[in-house]
T-cell receptor, first 114, second 119 residues
Framework: EPEVTQTPSHQVTQMGQEVILRCVPI?????FYWYRQILGQKVEFLVS????????KSEIFDDQFSVERPDGSNFTLKIRSTKLEDSAMYFC????????????FGDGTRLSIL | AQKITQTQPGMFVQEKEAVTLDCTYD???????LFWYKQPSSGEMIFLIY??????QNATEGRYSLNFQKARKSANLVISASQLGDSAMYFC????????????????FGTGTQLKVEL
């Protein structure tokens, strides 16, 4: 069964540094998402992406964040000038938009800011 | 108001017994979808079951069923014949409306229920 893959599985970065989280969505999916989960808390929506542009973003997704689909397969989340509170699990998800809009999640990238 | 409410932070169930995890939701949309995901201690998010707002039958997937009561805005997950491997965090989530991009709208999650299956 096709799956969403995320790299790296764990990223440790110094505060103030830039980090790029990478995702390869399922190949025939059209909608892409980033969510984050701070340790012990619920999963929060960050941004959705469709037709090569952001379709919706949350208040968390401020100017520090950006997303890109640089080629036909990758979907990236860039966090500029990371802060301690950016430490979280970041999930990428994709959906075909049919079948109720079920989103398939990757295994996540655990981001630790020191 | 919370869009998704899971009132049980933790639940215990004996192996082979059935367990119900509660979820209530709040939306003014007529078209929406309800999802349950399982998150084991390893951290990944595993899709379990989906219920559309227009579906008249309760969804079932193997040992999982969704008790959908639209008038009460509840979408409880029932796990039958619990197994030790069912021990995990369970999240209820909702997709509201269909929007301009069809079914691609975001999911809103509840705070989760930590289920522990005991021998």
């Amino acid at each position: 069964e096709p799956e969403v893959t995320q790299t790296p599985s764990h990223q440790v970065t110094q505060m103030g540094q830039e980090v790029i989280l990478r995702c390869v969505p399922i190949s025939n999916h059209l909608y892409f998402y980033w969510y984050r989960q701070i340790l012990g808390q619920k999963v929060e929506f960050l941004v959705s992406f469709y037709n090569n542009e952001i379709s919706e973003k949350s208040e968390i997704f401020d100017d520090q964040f950006s997303v890109e689909r640089p080629d036909g397969s990758n979907f990236t989340l860039k966090i500029r000038s990371t802060k301690l509170e950016d430490s979280a699990m970041y999930f990428c998800a994709s959906s075909s938009g049919t079948g109720g809009g079920n989103q398939h999640f990757g295994d996540g990238t655990r981001l630790s800011i020191l | 108001a919370q869009k998704i409410t899971q009132t049980q932070p933790g639940m215990f169930v004996q192996e082979k017994e059935a367990v119900t995890l509660d979820c209530t939701y709040d939306t003014s949309d007529q078209s929406y979808g309800l999802f349950w995901y399982k998150q084991p201690s390893s951290g990944e998010m595993i899709f379990l079951i989906y219920q559309g707002s227009y579906d008249e039958q309760n969804a079932t997937e193997g040992r999982y069923s969704l008790n959908f009561q639209k008038a009460r805005k509840s979408a409880n997950l029932v796990i039958s014949a619990s197994q030790l491997g069912d021990s995990a965090m369970y999240f209820c989530a909702m997709r509201e409306g269909r929007g301009l991009t069809g079914g691609g709208n975001k999911l809103t999650f509840g705070t989760g229920t930590q289920l522990k299956v005991e021998l």
